[in-house]
């Protein structure tokens, strides 16, 4: 596995992939990576000729009051899990070489961005919209591998994307789980062990959502109500939001329809860590 670090560098690495007709699938993390994050380079290297990664915790998606600085980092550790994935290269910008003294554009999305995590982390997808333009911009893919366990971020990139014309196609992956359902996060290592058994609860409330739905029940207040309820029978748990959203828009679902394409979406507090999990379904 090639490691790289200079954007000039990973240019000239495409190009000359490109001269070669080959194809590329990129899979952007931020590092501590499970396997959810593996998920995503197999599906690439299975589709591809050739599979970037790159680890980069991103300095402009996090909010002043947020963990940036504490965010894990395992960089020995993941670079051997990629290489041992069959990942070709990867690219481990410098913050200052990527982000110079004078970068000053950005990206941001009007709608999609508001709601959901947009609410509590103010200016997180325009500093993920502008990390991904600039990836994307340097890597030139064919695929881009974009796990669903950030539903809103898998909507702003494939809006970007739409908008913006770019050339790539953006593959969803399902969320990757542990054994008693909690969705794989690098975050996880925070909860202590308590928080860690309580946790189970997100994924919990969304296969009761998910029941709720399947028997038929459209009224989306109630599920709501019984979503809260399930959340706050761990003691410890400080529900952000529980939402049911339309799966294009983000916005609001009053009503369920046949046909609805929805999200029930979550973020949940355990102490000072958020957790999110969501379920995507389609109304029957
Ligand atoms: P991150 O390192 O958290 O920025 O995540 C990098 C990519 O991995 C994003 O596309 C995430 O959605 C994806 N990802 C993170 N956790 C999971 C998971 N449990 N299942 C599937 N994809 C995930």
């Given at each position: 596995m090639q490691v790289l670090s200079s954007p000039k560098t990973l240019k000239k690495l495409v190009a000359?992939?490109?001269k070669k007709n080959?194809?590329?699938?990129?899979?952007?993390?931020?590092?501590?990576?499970?396997?959810?994050?593996?998920?995503?380079?197999?599906?690439?290297?299975q589709e591809n000729n050739f599979t970037i990664a790159s680890i980069f915790v991103n300095p402009l998606q996090f909010g002043p009051r947020e963990d940036f600085k504490r965010y894990p980092r395992h960089l020995i550790r993941d670079k051997k899990l990629l290489r041992e994935a069959g990942v070709d290269a990867l690219f481990l910008p410098?913050?200052?070489?990527?982000?110079?003294?004078?970068?000053?554009?950005?990206?941001?999305?009007?709608?999609?961005?508001?709601?959901?995590?947009?609410?509590?982390?103010p200016g997180h997808f325009s500093g993920v919209a502008t990390v991904i333009m600039k990836l994307l911009n340097l890597t030139s893919p064919d695929r881009l591998y974009l796990g669903l366990k950030d539903y809103q971020q898998c909507r702003v990139v494939e809006?970007?994307?739409e908008d913006m014309g770019l050339s790539v196609l953006v593959c969803r992956v399902p969320i990757a789980r542990e054994?008693?359902?909690?969705?794989?996060?690098?975050?996880?290592?925070?909860?202590?062990s308590q928080e860690r058994a309580e946790a189970v609860i997100l994924s919990r409330?969304?296969?009761?959502?998910?029941?709720?739905?399947?028997?038929?029940?459209?009224?989306?207040?109630?599920?709501?109500?019984?979503?809260?309820?399930?959340?706050?029978?761990?003691?410890?748990a400080r529900v952000d939001y529980a939402e049911i959203v339309n799966a294009r828009t983000l916005e609001s679902v009053v009503k369920l329809q046949k046909g609805d394409e929805v999200v029930v979406a979550l973020a949940v507090y355990f102490s000072k860590t958020r957790l999110i999990d969501n379920l995507t379904m389609s109304v029957g």
């Open positions: 000359l992939l490109r080959k194809s590329i699938g990129f899979v952007p993390t931020m590092g501590s990576l499970h396997e959810g994050h593996l998920t995503l380079a197999k599906k690439s290297i410098d913050a200052d070489e990527f982000y110079p003294k004078d970068f000053q554009t950005t990206v941001s999305l009007s709608r999609l961005s508001q709601p959901l995590c947009g609410k509590s982390r809006q970007m994307v054994k008693d359902g909690l969705a794989m996060s690098s975050r996880n290592i925070y909860l202590s409330a969304l296969s009761r959502a998910r029941d709720f739905i399947r028997l038929g029940q459209r009224n989306v207040g109630f599920i709501k109500r019984e979503i809260l309820q399930t959340l706050r029978s761990a003691s410890l």
